[in-house]
Structure formats: structure tokens, C-alpha cells
């Protein structure tokens, strides 16, 4: 029994070496970085403009910085990157128009819009994009995996010191960080977010971190009311008992009415 216990341990040495870097050794956690953090503390070690540097000093390619800046003035999801953003022009306005990822019966906004004044940098060179194809344009990415790795190389250039790399969801969290630190409700800041819970906002950023914004939300729509978790408990049963028991459904233009609307 001794020989076979010697046996099974040098076999597991083997299969798990000390210090290996495939993530399975049961010894030590793999050399070459820090230990992961979250990113909504990650943001702290950044530079207070990183997203301006990372749009404006970066010399990416038009390409790819339309898409960034769609990222970074909504806070979007790369997956919903990759369905197809719709930005339109109005008079002195963008409206951009995202379809929801991680939508099912019970969560997600499968349709939202956020509307921005033209005036800021972002917003005003997304309004000329727009002007010059007839009003409106669509934007996609054909890969958020390599949309990702783009994002974390620049981080890596422009940031080497930070301890951080910057990622798509970052641009998320600094987006969420600066709505609440503007005061926005929290049935608003859902939408933005493309949540039905009002409580799944808790995950990104915090007021503290919040800066200026890059281009301040004039109104958000959404095709979901947003609920209180007692609710949407309730209304997840309801689906299960095959019931109708819903929030408030969308109007005729495939929004619901604005948070708080009489």
C-alpha cells in the first residue's frame, strides 16, 4: 500500500509540476504577473484621461476607433459590437441603438437607444460620420475576441507602468462609474446597461471613480421596463407557470416609456 501511495504521488508530480504554467499545478500559482483583478478596481491604476488617450493619441485606424468610441461613450458589450450598432443623426443629436446580448425571458433589454448631444468631441465626430452617409450608419465588429486583444495591446503601449490592462469591459465599468457619479437613477442607468435588474448594476463601477463624461446621456429607451429583484422573481415564476405576468411592455416605436415617466 506504502508503494502504491509513493507511486500515485510521484504521478501526480509529474502530471503537476511545481511552478508549471498551464494553470493546473496544485503548488504555486503560475509565474509571469500579478494576481487578476477585477476590473472595476482596475480602473484606479489607470490614468484619470486613459479613454481619451486610448481614442485620441493611439493612431488607430478609423475602423477601429468608431467602434471604441461607441464603446466608450455607451458602455456597451463587445458581443453586442458584433450585432450591428445603428448611430443616427438628428438635429444637434446622435441616437445610438443597441441589440441586447444576454437576453432571455427574464433579463436582458433585447433593444436599447441612447441619445447624446452632438456637441462633445466623441458625439460630434459620430454626428458627421453619420451626416455624410445619409443620416445614419452601422457599425460591427467582426470578432469581439480580436476587438478585445486590440484593446488590451493598446493598453499595454500606452500604459506600460499602470499594473492594469485596460479591456472593452473597462470602457463598461468607467462608463457606469461616471453615471453614478452624475446622479443617475438607477431604473436609467439598467437601461443603459441593457439590464432588466435594477440590482445588476451593482458589478460595475463606483461613483468615486467617476469623471467627467466623455458625452453626458441626454435620454436612454429601452424595450423592457426595469423591475426590482421582488419582481422579477416573481415574474421569472410566472414564466415557469406559463403566466402573464410581464413589466410593462414597449410602446408602438419598440421602447417602453422612459424610467419614471407619468
Known amino acids: 500500500m506504502a508503494i502504491d501511495m509513493v507511486e500515485q504521488a510521484l504521478e501526480i508530480l509529474r502530471r503537476y509540476p511545481p511552478g508549471a504554467r498551464d494553470g493546473q499545478s496544485l503548488w504555486v500559482r503560475p509565474a509571469g504577473g500579478p494576481i487578476r483583478k477585477g476590473k472595476r478596481r ?24 468608431v467602434p471604441l468610441m461607441i464603446a466608450a461613450i455607451t458602455g456597451l458589450r463587445p458581443s453586442e459590437l458584433a450585432r450591428s450598432v445603428l448611430v443616427d443623426a438628428g438635429p444637434d443629436q446622435i441616437r445610438i441603438s443597441i441589440q441586447g446580448a444576454k437576453v432571455t425571458e427574464t433579463s436582458g433589454q433585447p433593444l436599447r437607444r441612447l441619445s447624446f448631444d452632438a456637441g462633445t468631441r466623441i458625439a460630434k465626430v459620430l454626428h458627421i460620420l453619420a451626416s455624410n452617409r445619409g443620416g445614419q450608419f452601422q457599425v460591427a465588429i467582426p470578432d469581439p475576441r480580436a476587438f478585445s486583444d486590440t484593446v488590451r495591446r493598446l493598453s499595454r503601449r500606452l500604459f506600460p507602468a499602470a499594473g492594469y490592462v485596460a479591456s472593452p469591459y473597462s470602457f463598461r465599468h ?8 452624475e446622479g443617475t437613477s438607477r431604473d436609467e442607468l439598467a437601461q443603459m446597461l441593457g439590464h432588466v435588474s435594477e440590482r445588476s448594476q451593482q458589478a460595475y463601477g463606483v461613483a468615486r471613480q467617476g469623471r467627467m463624461p466623455l458625452a453626458p446621456v441626454q435620454a436612454v429607451a429601452a424595450s423592457r421596463a426595469v423591475v426590482q429583484r421582488v419582481e422579477l422573481k416573481r415574474w421569472a415564476a410566472a414564466k415557469q407557470l406559463d403566466q402573464p405576468a410581464p413589466p410593462p411592455g414597449p410602446t408602438s416605436d419598440g421602447f417602453c416609456p422612459p424610467p419614471n415617466a407619468p
Do not use: C, H, V
Request: hydrophobic share 45%; no cysteine; net charge positive.
Open 174 to 181: 468607467a462608463f457606469a462609474a461616471d453615471r453614478k457619479a
Open 42 to 65: 482596475g480602473l484606479s491604476k489607470l490614468p484619470s484621461d486613459w479613454r481619451g488617450q486610448m481614442l485620441f493619441r493611439s493612431g488607430l485606424p478609423l475602423d477601429m476607433k
